[in-house]
């Protein structure tokens, strides 16, 4: 089992920015991607970014060249730094982990949960 934590967010103003963190905790060893999911209000949940332990970072488009993931392996923390905030920004920003992914059955991990308002 693996336990995500994110904190941070919360309200940002368009142009501005904020930073959201996540820290991983159980069977660390058997994660392989951590990112970052947004679910805007109505809408569905959808990948932001995400890296693998490799160090290969993805991001969705609408946040290229303005958001930037980082991780820390020996720290288990995935995080997300938003800049140039923009309106649509908002929604609720869950961390995600993929783990065992060599094995028939690979898991998906979530967190709670992290609410960030971008105002104008």
């Known amino acids: 089992q693996v336990q995500l934590v994110e904190s941070g967010g919360g309200l940002g103003q368009v142009g501005g920015s904020l930073r959201l963190s996540c820290t991983a905790s159980?069977?660390?060893?058997?994660?392989?991607?951590l990112g970052w999911w947004r679910q805007a209000p109505g809408s569905q949940r959808d990948c932001v970014a995400g890296?693998?332990?490799?160090?290969?970072?993805h991001y969705t488009e609408s946040v290229k060249g303005r958001f930037t993931i980082s991780r820390d392996n020996d720290k288990n923390t995935i995080n997300l730094q938003m800049s140039s905030l923009k309106s649509e920004d908002t929604g609720v920003y869950y961390c995600?982990?993929?783990?065992?992914?060599?094995?028939?059955?690979?898991?998906?991990?979530w967190g709670k949960g992290i609410p960030v308002t971008v105002s104008s």
């Open positions: 890296m693998t332990s490799g160090g290969s970072p």
């Open positions: 995600h982990a993929i783990a065992e992914i060599l094995s028939p059955q690979p898991k998906d991990y």
């Open positions: 159980g069977n660390t060893d058997t994660i392989n991607t």
